[in-house]
């Protein structure tokens, strides 16, 4: 069973960094063709792809946000962390840790998502 | 950047068929899924490589890929099919979502 969690702030100020962490279970992030990775919603919009980390270390980005964006992985821990720096109020959303599968080039198994408010 | 377009909103009655389109630049060559989303729920998906049905997908659930344009069928729709639905495609390996589309059942 596969299952993955969000964990981080809940409350950022904007130019603070948001870290988030990913940890999951019910498979590895050694296996050939898996990857994870984060995608995030504002409130009542639309879902946004963020970023995704593979098995074998390769890295996608948003292009809209990849100078803002870091996504590394611990296979050790199960776990893969996102990076978002300067953030502002416009990055308010719930953030959510998703699992692609290698062989139906889907999202098939999401975490529960976070809400992240960034507000002064 | 790649971009994917939905209609805001399809409304259907009960027992009729909602047809949600997706249309992005050459979307024909690419492999494409659709997500459900509930209020309060993560997303799930109940389409994936244009018409494939992940286990325990109803089939009142369809896919078909033409030309620019993906389209996701619900026949027979029923109130619980009532939610957001996002359809997503991979361009040079980076995912992208679509604009999303209401399905309102009543």
Redesign the interface.
């Known amino acids: 069973q596969i299952t993955l969690k969000e964990s981080g702030p809940t409350l950022l100020k904007p130019t603070q960094t948001l870290t988030l962490t990913c940890t999951f279970s019910g498979f590895s992030l050694s296996t050939s063709g898996v990857g994870v990775?984060w995608?995030r919603q504002p409130p009542g919009k639309?879902?946004?792809?963020l970023t995704?980390v593979y098995w074998n270390d390769d890295e996608?980005?948003?292009?809209?946000l990849k100078s803002r964006l870091t996504i590394t992985k611990d296979t050790s821990k199960n776990q893969a962390v996102l990076t978002m720096t300067n953030m502002d109020p416009m990055d308010t959303a719930t953030y959510?840790c998703v699992h692609k599968d290698s062989s139906?080039?889907?999202?098939?198994y999401?975490?529960?998502?976070t809400l992240v408010t960034v507000s002064s | 950047s790649y971009e994917l377009t939905q209609p805001p909103s399809v409304s259907v009655s009960p027992g009729q068929t909602a047809s949600i389109t997706c249309s992005g630049d050459k979307l024909g060559d690419k492999s494409a899924c659709w997500y459900q989303q509930k209020p309060g729920q993560s997303p799930v998906v109940v389409i994936y490589e244009d018409y494939k049905r992940p286990s325990g997908i109803p089939e009142r659930f369809s896919g078909s890929n033409s030309g620019n344009t993906v389209t996701l069928t619900i026949s027979g729709a029923q109130t619980v099919d009532e939610a957001d639905y996002y359809c997503q495609a991979w361009d040079s390996s980076t995912a992208v979502f679509g604009t999303g589309t209401k399905v309102t059942v009543l």
């Open positions: 990775g995608v639309a879902l946004e792809w995704l996608r980005y948003s292009p809209s959510y139906t080039w889907s999202f098939v999401w975490g529960q998502g």
